[in-house]
């Protein structure tokens, strides 16, 4: 149990265009959801937490009108990122928590992001 | 000071030995402890999920807490190749579910 997907696993993109990025638990209802972003060899940074039906809440220094979150339903959450720049280039991992432990969080797959 | 500190030092043991790794941390308020296994280019894995003090065994892995030292700790034993992984820690707790991440040990076992 506790599976939670990212769709695409990785995707190239040319600098100015957006990228959408999907996050589903697969077997249980995901009340919160958290995107992270990961460099190589460091530990995984807080972008947002998303509770479903609600506005995101962003982490200080990452800008709402870039990275798009949506989480319209209670297995789904998306990210995306708007006008990419090859500064966005990263890896970018969800996570969900659902009401039977609402402080285990299970990591999707991830999602690598190249931006040209 | 961080709020949870873990010392990222790759750490290289022999197949069979029994690895150790431990994270810090200053905020009282915690009290869910994690380890999560994370393999290159993947989304970390949970492992291990504690509720406040104490030890947790499965199978090779143990998990402790010591709450009163702000201290846990991984051991896994009979350590195999396919255990080389990052192992982060990571912790929540005082009313909110955010997860506060240790930077994460490199383990390498040798065949």
């Known amino acids: 149990g506790a599976v939670v997907s990212q769709h695409p696993s990785w995707v190239i993109c040319k600098s100015g265009t957006s990228v959408k990025i999907e996050c589903r638990s697969l077997?249980?209802?995901?009340?919160?959801m958290f995107w992270y972003r990961q460099f190589p060899k460091q530990s995984l940074m807080l972008m947002a937490t998303s509770n479903e039906g609600s506005k995101a809440t962003y982490e200080q220094g990452v800008e709402k009108d870039k990275f798009l979150i949506n989480h319209a339903s209670l297995t789904l959450s998306t990210l995306t990122v708007t006008s990419a720049h090859p500064e966005d280039s990263s890896f970018y991992i969800c996570?969900?928590?659902?009401?039977?432990?609402?402080?285990?969080?299970?990591f999707g797959p991830g999602t690598r992001l190249t931006v040209l | 000071q961080k709020e949870v500190e873990q010392d990222p030092g790759p750490l290289s043991v022999p197949e069979g030995a029994i690895v150790s790794l431990n994270c810090t941390y200053s905020n009282s308020a915690f009290q869910y402890f994690m380890w999560y296994r994370q393999y290159s280019r993947k989304g970390p894995e949970l492992l291990m999920y504690t509720y406040s003090s104490g030890n947790k065994e499965d199978g090779r892995f143990t998990a402790q807490v010591d709450k009163s030292s702000k201290y846990i700790s991984l051991f896994i034993r009979d350590s195999q190749p396919s255990d080389s992984a990052t192992y982060l820690c990571a912790m929540s707790g005082g009313g909110n579910n955010r997860l506060a991440f240790g930077k994460g040990n490199q383990v390498v076992v040798i065949p």
């Open positions: 996570s969900a928590s659902g009401l039977a432990g609402l402080n285990e969080q299970f």
């Open positions: 077997d249980f209802q995901a009340t919160t």
